[in-house]
């Protein structure tokens, strides 16, 4: 698995902003993928020091397409990326906050 493959996307909303002032950066990870893996995987594309990494998993909502039978969302892995105070920030999120 490449780190492309185990940070799928960066994750927008006004929280993740909140916490990127403070260098701690959230993203939707692979589900099979440990702390460890998601630490190089970060470090490797954005080129920083990462001092902490926080997985959760997001379950499921139950969906409703029209009158139909309701179908699930799928379930996804988050994880916060906590960077250490000496590491230049990650330019992506910049433009966002």
Known sequence: MTAYDIVIRPI???RA???AAGKKYVFEVAKG???VEI???VEEIFGV?????NTLTVPGK???MGAGRPGMTKAWKKAYVQLTPDSKTI???????
């Open 12 to 14: 927008i909303t006004e």
């Open 17 to 19: 902003m909140a916490g």
């Open 33 to 35: 993928a440990g702390k």
């Open 39 to 41: 630490k190089k995987a």
């Open 49 to 53: 020091k990462v001092a902490a990494v």
């Open 62 to 64: 139950e969906k409703r």
């Open 91 to 97: 330019e992506f999120f910049e433009g966002m906050v």
